[in-house]
Structures are given as structure tokens and as C-alpha cells.
Nanobody, 125 residues
Framework: VQLQASGGGLVQAGGSLRLSCASS????????IGWFRQTPGNEREFVAG????????RYADSVRGRFTISRDNAKNTVYLQLNEVKPEDTAIYYC???????????????????WGQGTQVTVSS
């Protein structure tokens, strides 16, 4: 599975941004997708995850109520809507895919076998 993350950029605090994660594979609807982010010197941090058909998404406490993950299987794309962004949301955002995700491990980077290249999000104060 190949993943392509896009949509990052520079945004002011309190603003919004939508990230996209597109897959070139034919089995996209069979994949669970997670979004992670990473800042220099830190480990990759879970942001949000969505199951194959979009049900019961999971969010990190730091983004719950501000970020929304969704998917359009017809377009082979998962989205991460970032609202009310804060300077601490600044990071490289990665999407990742799993064909056999155990939902209780949705926040673990090791649960995912395919990763996109990352897209930079910078929030100015």
C-alpha cells in the first residue's frame, strides 16, 4: 500500500487546515488508517484513527473536540480536519495504514505496516 499525505502548510493559531491521505491500493476499504505527528527529537505521537468504514474513530486527548478524522472509500482517501489549531500542533503529520489493526492498539505506531511521507503543519501564534 502506498500512501500520500498532503494539505499541510502554515496556519495561524485558531485557524483550520485539512489534511488528506490518499492511497493507490485497490484494497483501501480494507484498511484501518491512523494519523500520527512528530516533532524533532520526539517520538511519533498518535493523533487519530479510523476503522475500515469510518465507524467509532479514536482521538488523542490533546486533539479531541478540535480534530476530525473521516474517510471516503470511493476516493481512497482519509481526511484529518484540524480546527482551532494551536502552536503545539506544529509537527510533521503522517498517515499510516493497517490491514489487520487490533483496535485496542490503534494508537501504537507498530500496529501499522505502511506509512506516507508526511506533511508539515506549522501553527503561528
Amino acid at each position: 500500500v502506498q500512501l500520500q499525505a498532503s494539505g499541510g502548510g502554515l496556519v495561524q493559531a485558531g485557524g483550520s487546515l485539512r489534511l488528506s491521505c490518499a492511497s493507490s491500493g485497490r484494497t483501501f476499504s480494507g484498511l484501518s488508517i491512523g494519523w500520527f505527528r512528530q516533532t524533532p527529537g520526539n517520538e511519533r505521537e498518535f493523533v487519530a484513527g479510523v476503522r475500515r468504514h469510518g465507524e467509532t474513530p479514536r482521538y488523542a486527548d490533546s486533539v479531541r473536540g478540535r480534530f476530525t478524522i473521516s474517510r471516503d472509500n470511493a476516493k481512497n482517501t482519509v481526511y484529518l480536519q484540524l480546527n482551532e489549531v494551536k502552536p503545539e500542533d506544529t509537527a510533521i503529520y503522517y498517515c499510516a495504514a493497517s490491514e489487520s489493526l487490533i483496535w485496542s492498539a490503534v494508537s501504537a505506531p507498530t500496529s501499522y505496516s505502511s506509512w506516507g511521507q508526511g506533511t508539515q503543519v506549522t501553527v503561528s501564534s
